[in-house]
């Protein structure tokens, strides 16, 4: 059906920058939201969405610091997180999440990549 495949991440000092990228791949209709949560402990934040239509959204504490964008190909569609001015409390393992319409099926599904680690420690 469909996957998500997450490359980036790590340990960076703060003030760094690192980026992640998600690359959903299958059979793929339409594309409602693509975004990053992460995962502090228990907590769960969204920390940035970008719609079918292109409208971003991002969580306060990471405006003006993190750029979401997204690159559209054939049976693929792939949404990179640009982080910038990173501090310790970004730290957590980010998670990509995809709600797509996939072929076979009339409702939008829910779709998640694995788990990457980012440090932000000096």
């Known amino acids: 059906q469909v996957q998500l495949v997450v490359s980036g991440g790590g340990l960076v000092e703060p003030g760094g920058s690192l980026g992640l990228s998600c690359a959903a791949s299958g059979d793929i209709v339409d594309i409602n939201s693509m975004g990053w949560y992460r995962h502090v402990g228990v907590q769960r934040e969204l920390v940035a969405v970008i719609?079918?239509?292109?409208?971003?959204?991002?969580a306060d504490s990471v405006k003006d610091r993190f750029t979401i964008s997204r690159n559209n190909a054939k049976n693929s569609v792939s949404v990179y997180l640009q982080m910038n001015i990173l501090r310790p409390e970004d730290t957590a393992i980010y998670y990509c999440h995809a709600a797509l319409v996939v072929r076979g099926f009339q409702n939008e599904l829910a779709y998640w990549g694995q788990g990457t680690q980012v440090t932000v420690s000096s």
């Open positions: 719609t079918g239509t292109g409208s971003t959204y991002y």
